[in-house]
């Protein structure tokens, strides 16, 4: 596959579908794919190669009868998606919704091994959920349905082979299910088998706060590398759930001036600075940002446009769009949602000279600290916080100085760079252990 004649006929097979890139702004399948035709053809890859990275490696849709509280049989239906597994283990999140499907599952899987690899962990892709609405849901049927979830896709499932972690509206106790159940099914205690578990039961200190304060570290190197005095950065963050709130606790915590914080319900402003803390006590009294005393009330179109030195959407993705890309005015984006940023709006804050930090870097820390789970599991052995956040910060500070060099090296954008990276590192993966066949 390396053979250099071949890889030199890859910019033929591989179409620029510059049209097809922009007449789905909103579909994630498509805007992953859109960055990943990118980023394959100026690496010039192989096209047997690029057929390979494309295809997810299995996709498994099984049904999930269960018997509901009132004694009826409810079937729903559970689906797996493995993209790619040649680095190691697929890392997922397992999701209960009633808007799973499979096309946003291969979206979301491929996703995966694409953060693994710019982070370099030893982790392939992948994604899961059952289709349902865990809000009509008693826990005893949360638990038959996460129980029976597991059982059907046992075969696949395991700690060297398939590693899920909590997702929409999945959490520990979810995880704790599939442990138990995957265990009972060995014959013996396998922890390692889920990330996201409790402290208790072998999950990692410092997991809750990984993915806000990664978000931190890379933050810090943009502006170090735009000369920005942390002192004197401002910063806006849309979302104040556990990425949010846990970005602007730790920014604050550095010196850094948080101007804006928002929710769904919409967001606060003072251009002094919030006092996080204070903010953080509101929450935890009123659930929601709304009435917090002595900021302005702002909406989050307003919040997403403010000016300020950083811009941390945490919240949705499709927030920053071809409609509102033109009037961002941060001169620094860290990705902490997934997919915040529409391709089109790519193209628009690249002229503008934002520097935007891709989410499958900005947001890697969570699954780095999943990482270190699965690892703490599998040795026995259990660190201490600052040691989990000291090796987070190592990773990510890497990751981040090797997509500088990527997007440097071939005059790409942060998040070109970041896919070329993760590209490669798989396909160097593929190309060492050659085609089974
Ligand atoms: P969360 O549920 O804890 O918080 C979400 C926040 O977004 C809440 O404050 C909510 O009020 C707000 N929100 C919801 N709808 C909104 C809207 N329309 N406008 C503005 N704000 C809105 O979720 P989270 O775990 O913080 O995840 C946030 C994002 O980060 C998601 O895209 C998620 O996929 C991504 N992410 C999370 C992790 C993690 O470790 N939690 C890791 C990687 C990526």
């Excluded at 990330?195 to 072998?202: D, R, S, V, W």
């Amino acid at each position: 596959m390396s053979n250099p004649k071949t890889r030199r006929g890859a910019i033929s097979v591989i179409k620029p579908d510059r049209d097809r890139r922009f007449v789905t702004e909103d579909n994630p399948f498509e805007a992953m794919m859109s960055r990943f035709d990118d980023a394959a053809r100026r690496l010039n890859l192989e096209p047997g190669l690029y057929k390979v990275l494309r295809s997810p490696e299995k996709q498994i849709i099984v049904a999930v009868p269960i018997m509901r509280d009132n004694g009826e049989i409810e079937v729903y239906t559970g689906i797996r998606v493995l993209h790619n597994t040649s680095r190691g283990p697929a890392k997922r999140g397992s999701r209960f919704d009633l808007a799973v499907t499979l096309d946003e599952v291969k979206a979301l899987a491929a996703w995966m091994t694409w953060k693994c690899a710019v982070v370099n962990l030893p982790f392939g892709g992948g994604k899961g959920g059952v289709i349902c609405d865990p809000t009509t849901m008693s826990v005893n049927e949360l638990e038959r349905l996460t129980r029976r979830y597991t059982a059907e896709i046992i075969e696949i499932l395991g700690p060297d082979s398939d590693v899920p972690a909590p997702d929409v509206n999945t959490n520990e106790r979810v995880m704790a299910w599939i442990m138990d159940t995957y265990s009972m099914h060995k014959g013996h205690t396998v922890t390692a088998v889920v990330t996201g578990k409790p402290i208790e039961m072998g999950g990692s200190l410092g997991r809750r706060d990984a993915t806000g304060r990664g978000c931190l570290v890379v933050a810090k190197q943009a502006l170090a590398r735009l000369e920005i005095p942390l002192d004197q950065a401002t910063v806006a963050v849309q979302g104040f759930g556990n990425v949010g709130s846990t970005a602007a606790r730790l920014m604050a915590a550095e010196g850094m001036r948080i101007v804006a914080v928002s929710d769904k319900k919409g967001g606060i402003y003072d251009p002094k600075g919030l006092d996080i803390p204070s903010v953080l006590e509101w929450i935890k009294e009123h659930r929601f940002l709304e009435g917090f005393p002595g900021a302005k009330v702002i909406s989050n179109e307003e919040l997403l446009t403010l000016k300020c030195d950083v811009l941390v959407p945490a919240a949705l993705e499709n927030v920053i769009t071809s409609k509102n890309a033109g009037a961002v005015k941060a001169r620094i984006i860290c990705e902490g949602a997934n997919g915040p940023t529409t391709a089109k709006a790519d193209a628009i804050l690249d002229k503008k000279g934002i520097f935007v930090i891709p989410d499958i870097l900005a947001n890697a820390g969570g699954v780095t600290v999943s990482y270190f789970e699965w690892v703490q599991d599998r040795g026995g052995y259990f660190w201490d916080e600052e040691t989990v956040n000291e090796r987070l910060e190592k990773i990510m500070s890497k990751a981040f100085d090797e997509v500088v060099a990527m997007a440097d090296k071939h005059g790409v954008s942060m998040r070109i760079g970041a896919y070329m990276l993760a590209i490669e590192r798989v396909a160097a993966m593929h190309r060492m252990r050659g085609l089974y066949a």
